[in-house]
């Protein structure tokens, strides 16, 4: 079947209606590779699934069955929003994170497995300091979905925590995802970071906006036209939050509380300087599964 552009994008299959599941699995796989989208294969599987209401194995034992008119026009819609490079995950309305099911909205960032690195830096901390079956007080700034705090409380059953971020609709999705969860001890409070918060936390994390402006053009597609900029532009330097952060965390934090944020590539140095200027005793970077420094503690000592 042949190839199509349309307004710049490769067009999906002009026909899949009667062909095999797995014929189409096969066609869309071959247009997502031909737009440079990395992971072709498991984008159709997915993207096939979710239209025709299946799971893995529902998918592979239907392999065989011929596509209705309905099944390859939902397919062929999805497969139109990767094309324009929308990620997976937008098309789905959902992301999972720390094996949670995540809603997301174009207000949210979507959830990345680098963000998990942020909430096992987190649980080290608090499994250093005693059992995870103790009351804590965690906060999460800039929470978008509640991806941070809600994994931190699936982990910690006797905690509290509170989401805070400046979009309300945000934080709509972020209390739909605590009410689908069951997790009741989490509350979300409209505010621009810690700015409407009082301590004392035991625990705050943040995966605060820190691409520099400049550079949120350069950006992968999926991320600089889908993300929402006000998650991503952390000013001309990438600091702002983080300067934000460290001149708020400290009087929030217990004395031997921990802050633990995400940070962007290279800026483990500079953001462990800011949190040492201000009183906190920054500890050694976490690394992603990348081997990038990805999650910073830092410690109140007094």
């Given at each position: 079947?042949?190839?199509?552009?349309?307004?710049?994008?490769?067009?999906?299959?002009?026909?899949?209606?009667?062909?095999?599941?797995?014929?189409?699995?096969?066609?869309?796989?071959?247009?997502?590779?031909?737009?440079?989208?990395?992971?072709?294969?498991?984008?159709?599987?997915?993207?096939?699934?979710?239209?025709?209401?299946?799971?893995?194995?529902?998918?592979?034992?239907?392999?065989?069955?011929?596509?209705?008119?309905?099944?390859?026009?939902?397919?062929?819609?999805?497969?139109q929003?990767?094309?324009?490079?929308?990620?997976?995950?937008?098309?789905?309305?959902?992301?999972?994170?720390?094996?949670?099911?995540?809603?997301?909205?174009?207000?949210?960032?979507?959830?990345?497995?680098?963000?998990?690195?942020?909430v096992?830096?987190?649980?080290?901390?608090?499994?250093?300091?005693?059992?995870?079956?103790?009351?804590?007080?965690?906060?999460?700034?800039g929470?978008?979905?509640?991806?941070?705090?809600?994994?931190?409380?699936?982990?910690?059953?006797?905690?509290?925590?509170?989401?805070?971020?400046?979009?309300?609709?945000?934080?709509?999705?972020?209390?739909?995802?605590?009410?689908?969860?069951?997790?009741?001890?989490?509350?979300?409070?409209?505010?621009?970071?810690?700015?409407?918060?009082?301590?004392?936390?035991?625990?705050?994390?943040?995966?605060?906006?820190?691409?520099?402006?400049?550079?949120?053009?350069?950006?992968?597609?999926?991320?600089?036209?889908?993300?929402?900029r006000?998650?991503?532009?952390?000013?001309?330097?990438?600091?702002?939050?983080y300067?934000?952060?460290?001149?708020?965390a400290?009087?929030?934090?217990?004395?031997?509380?921990?802050?633990?944020?995400?940070?962007?590539?290279?800026?483990?140095?500079?953001v462990?300087?800011?949190?040492?200027?201000?009183?906190?005793?920054?500890?050694?970077?976490?690394?992603?599964?990348?081997?990038?420094?990805?999650a910073?503690?830092?410690?109140?000592?007094?």
């Amino acid at each position: 079947m042949p190839l199509v552009a349309e307004a710049g994008v490769l067009a999906a299959p002009a026909k899949i209606e009667g062909c095999t599941i797995a014929d189409a699995r096969r066609m869309l796989a071959e247009r997502f590779r031909a737009a440079g989208i990395d992971s072709p294969e498991l984008d159709a599987r997915i993207l096939v699934a979710n239209a025709l209401g299946l799971d893995h194995a529902g998918l592979a034992a239907a392999s065989t069955r011929r596509l209705e008119c309905g099944e390859a026009a939902a397919i062929l819609a999805r497969t139109q929003r990767r094309l324009a490079r929308e990620p997976v995950a937008r098309i789905l309305g959902y992301k999972e994170f720390w094996s949670l099911k995540l809603r997301i909205d174009a207000t949210t960032l979507v959830p990345r497995p680098e963000t998990e690195t942020v909430v096992a830096a987190a649980l080290d901390a608090v499994d250093a300091d005693g059992s995870r079956l103790r009351p804590l007080r965690v906060a999460d700034l800039g929470t978008g979905s509640g991806a941070l705090l809600l994994a931190l409380l699936s982990e910690l059953p006797n905690a509290f925590g509170i989401g805070t971020d400046v979009s309300r609709r945000t934080l709509r999705v972020a209390r739909d995802n605590a009410r689908t969860l069951g997790l009741k001890q989490a509350t979300f409070l409209a505010c621009d970071m810690a700015a409407a918060l009082r301590g004392p936390f035991d625990l705050i994390v943040s995966n605060p906006p820190y691409i520099e402006s400049g550079k949120i053009g350069a950006l992968a597609p999926e991320v600089r036209d889908f993300d929402p900029r006000t998650a991503l532009d952390g000013g001309s330097d990438g600091l702002d939050c983080y300067r934000a952060i460290a001149a708020t965390a400290p009087a929030l934090l217990t004395a031997g509380g921990t802050l633990v944020v995400e940070l962007g590539f290279g800026q483990a140095d500079a953001v462990a300087a800011l949190f040492s200027t201000a009183g906190l005793a920054p500890l050694t970077p976490r690394p992603d599964l990348n081997d990038v420094p990805r999650a910073l503690p830092a410690r109140r000592l007094s």
